[in-house]
């Protein structure tokens, strides 16, 4: 004979009702970030200084020194070399 399991269980319709809610609230998550992220990244300008000496074979990441971005840091990026002024 086997067990029946109940309908509310973590099995039923209960866990597919927590995963859908936790997956929904995820999505919301990222969507606000992902929103905020944009908005920042628009008020951003940029200004290229030393156009001379701006190589087109080099190492990589070496022109981002000759760029200044107008504006605050958006995330936590530490690779780019990019100066930032307000």
Do not use: C, W
């Amino acid at each position: 004979m086997e067990k029946q399991g109940s309908a509310f269980g973590i099995d039923g319709i209960g866990g597919m009702l927590i995963a859908t809610v936790l997956l929904l609230t995820i999505l919301g998550g990222l969507t606000v970030a992902a929103l905020k992220t944009q908005q920042a990244t628009a008020q951003q300008s940029y200004e290229i200084v030393n156009k001379e000496m701006i190589k087109s074979i080099g190492p990589n990441l070496s022109n981002e020194t000759h760029v200044i971005i107008h504006g605050e840091p958006v995330g936590g990026d530490t690779l780019h070399k990019y100066r930032f002024e307000k």
